[in-house]
């Protein structure tokens, strides 16, 4: 399969609220975005890498991040767009002629060679895929937010991460029916393969130590982990 990945560094870290957005924030010693960048610039099955960033931010990516680490195989930085979706959009764009995509969240450091190559084998069986986790806690579900209205089965329940990786017709074609729709409440891309798709998405198992930085708790415990995962 010719592989793209997709990794998205348009975020503006609302959450965070840190001068620096947490995409390129230090962490032992390398942006936070370079990690995963390195991580996909090293398996033989990802022919490119295009890397959606803010367009103020594409300069910065190109010389700072691309060039000082060498990470040969972006061809693209495009910019990307308001919300999440409209920067997956630009980015599937860009690598039309791609047979899969790895679409996976910039803020997210710390993916495995491991992981990677599970989403790349269940994508080829399963043409949709997404690295996930069973949730630790009890979760409640609350219309309000103030009182609980149930409590599913935890055994049910799974997180879910990125990279989320999908045949590229598949994914275009969902996408461009979700625009057609007016996108509503597209929280990540398997929801709208869910919803556009017609096809079912696999739960690849993920890792603990892939977690998205969004609070300033997250970047303690990136600290501990950045020595393992640096290449």
């Not at 300069?59 to 691309?66: G, K, N, S």
């Not at 997404?130 to 309000?144: E, R, Y």
């Not at 982990?225 to 290449?231: C, P, Q, S």
């Amino acid at each position: 399969m010719d592989c793209t990945a997709i990794v998205l560094a348009a975020g503006n870290s609302r959450r965070l609220n840190t001068e620096t957005k947490k995409q390129y924030l230090d962490i032992g010693g390398m942006p936070v975005v370079a990690y995963s960048l390195q991580r996909f610039q090293k398996q033989e099955f990802i022919k490119r890498i295009v890397l959606v960033a803010g367009p103020e931010d594409i300069e910065y990516c190109q010389e700072q991040i691309v060039g000082r680490y060498g990470l040969t195989k972006v061809e693209q930085i495009v910019p990307g767009g308001e919300e999440r979706y409209d920067s997956v959009y630009a980015g599937l764009r860009a690598c039309s002629g791609t047979d899969t995509v790895f679409i996976h969240d910039g803020a997210r450091p710390f993916i495995s060679d491991e992981l990677l190559a599970a989403l790349y084998a269940d994508v080829a069986r399963y043409r949709a895929c997404i690295a996930a986790v069973p949730v630790k806690d009890t979760i409640k579900i609350s219309l309000d937010g103030n009182r609980i209205d149930r409590t599913p089965d935890r055994s049910t329940v799974w997180q879910a991460q990125t990279p989320q990786v999908f045949s590229y017709d598949l994914i275009r074609r969902a996408y461009r029916a979700a625009s057609q729709a007016g996108a509503y409440g597209i929280t990540d891309d398997a929801s709208c393969v869910e919803r556009y798709g017609n096809t079912p998405v696999h739960l690849t198992p993920g890792s603990y130590e892939n977690i998205k930085i969004t609070t300033r708790e997250d970047l303690a415990v990136a600290s501990v982990f950045a020595e393992k995962y640096t290449l």
